[in-house]
């Protein structure tokens, strides 16, 4: 992979929100029943998991609110992740690949799946993130080159029963 600027490792985890409502005001739309199981559940994996420091952004829609509500942590609303928002804007947000630290966008389709295939692959692709699930990057540096690293993806149902509300 291509050296990026800046030095040290970065963690950016990708959150696709959980399953919501239909409906036709796109940024009102709530979570399901089930969404805010999933919400729940990979909440309680992301605070277990989470690295120091993580810094949470979250779209304004409201599922992806609710959906990072769940993790019981303060969150900045962004607007640059919004429902419209493409590759480059999550790159803007987040300050990947140089900016140190650790970053969690709670966001959409397509451009959370757009922005790990770019990371993972170089190049933008149709990949898909599914509802409720995390995707974990990890930029570091070995023997001076950039590398990045998928250190988890994780779906929701894959966590278990899902808690009660």
Do not use: N
Not at 48 to 62: D, E, F, N, Y
Not at 138 to 144: A, Q
């Amino acid at each position: 992979m291509a050296d990026w600027p800046g030095a040290g490792r970065m963690d950016l985890l990708l959150w696709r929100h959980a399953e919501a409502e239909e409906g036709e005001d796109d940024l009102a739309r709530p979570l399901t029943e089930r969404g805010r199981r999933q919400a729940k559940a990979m909440a309680a994996w992301i605070r277990a998991h989470q690295p120091k420091g993580l810094r949470i952004l979250v779209s304004p829609a409201a599922r992806a609110r609710q959906t990072a509500t769940a993790l019981q942590l303060p969150f900045e609303i962004e607007g640059r992740i919004a429902p419209e928002a493409c590759a480059s804007d999550l790159i803007a947000a987040s300050g990947w690949p140089g900016g140190g630290g650790a970053v969690l966008l709670v966001g959409h389709q397509p451009a959370l799946g757009r922005l790990a295939a770019l990371v993972l692959a170089g190049f933008e692709a149709g990949w898909s993130i599914r509802k409720g699930a995390l995707w974990w990057l990890s930029r570091r540096i070995r023997g001076g080159d950039a590398q990045c690293v998928l250190r988890a993806v994780i779906a929701p149902d894959g966590l278990g029963p899902y808690p009660e509300l």
